[in-house]
């Protein structure tokens, strides 16, 4: 049974699209099925996939019905995406007169759903429409946490986002986990971080965290996920890691 996960803090720069990139390699690798679906008008994890994020079809020309789905999958050697553009960025407008608003994502990934094992939607910083039809789409969020300060400032918007979703939207919204990034457990101040987040999220924070690597910050302009950029960095390490401990979960 395919498993969809959306990427999601409405906090900027956190790491979600660094997150769904390597996770969604890393585990292609790992012999998975996996979809990427870019819900950001910023399209960085198209790019990060190696795609051009000027295409003519994206997740936005599936979403208006405009083209089938299936047509706008790119296939990649690091899994399928399906592209974000800049088409996106108005859509928040637009979809608010459409029917069914919070499910169209849903509804088209639906469509091909029974074709992965998982499928990964890198959301926006907001808690907007797009990022509520990616609560809506999924079956479990997965929130990166930066570990540095204010980590925490926004998640209790964000969890009472998810409480209004799961009860008038979607009921089977559960929280797969938190995943620490941008790490550096040599400071103090890391370390407190990681404290509170676990206070706040008690059993849901995975063990392997994501340090803080300059080769994780360069990959994204080679059109490269970090495990084919550079294999041996600490964080190609760091997401291989993460990707084995996040697979273990499921089948827990
Ligand atoms: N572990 C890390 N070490 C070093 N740099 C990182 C790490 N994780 C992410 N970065 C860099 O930090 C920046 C923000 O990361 P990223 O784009 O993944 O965050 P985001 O949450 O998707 O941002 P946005 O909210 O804008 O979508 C990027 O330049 C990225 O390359
Ligand atoms: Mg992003």
């Known amino acids: 049974m395919a498993k969809t996960i959306a990427i999601v803090n409405q906090k900027g ?7 769904c990139v390597n996770l969604a390699a ?3 690798e790992a012999g998975q099925r996996i979809l990427l679906c870019d819900f950001d008008p910023q399209a960085n994890s198209t ?7 000027t295409v003519s079809k994206g997740i ?3 979403l208006i019905g405009e083209v089938p789905v299936e047509d706008a999958l790119v296939h990649t050697k690091y899994g ?3 592209p974000s553009n800049k088409a996106l960025a108005g859509a928040g407008i637009e979809l608010i007169g459409m029917e069914r608003r919070e499910f169209l994502l849903r509804d088209a990934l639906d469509k091909v759903k029974d074709r992965y094992d998982f499928l990964f939607i890198d959301c926006p910083p907001s808690l907007e429409l797009l990022t509520l039809n990616a609560l809506c789409a999924a079956d479990a969020i997965l929130v990166p946490v930066q570990g540095e300060y204010y980590a925490l400032e926004g998640l209790s918007d964000l969890m009472n986002t998810v409480r209004i979703v799961r009860r008038s939207l979607n009921p089977r919204l559960e929280l797969d986990g938190v995943l620490l ?6 400071t103090n101040l890391a370390l407190q971080v990681a404290e509170e987040v676990k206070h ?15 080769r994780l910050s360069e990959a ?33």
Not at 181 to 186: A, P, S
Not at 223 to 228: E, N, S, V
């Open 200 to 214: 706040y999220f008690p059993g849901k924070v995975y063990a392997t965290v994501i340090p803080r690597n300059v």
């Open 220 to 252: 994204p302009s080679h059109g490269k996920p970090i495990t084919a950029y550079d294999r041996t960095s600490r964080g190609a390490e760091a997401y291989t890691a993460f990707a084995a401990e996040f697979l273990k979960k499921q089948s827990a």
């Open 47 to 53: 790019s990060g996939m190696g795609v051009d994020k």
């Open 60 to 62: 936005y020309d599936a």
């Open 181 to 186: 990034t941008m790490f550096d457990g040599r």
């Open 80 to 82: 399928d995406v399906l």
């Open 26 to 28: 890393a585990l292609t």
């Open 13 to 19: 720069g956190v790491g979600k699209t660094t997150t």
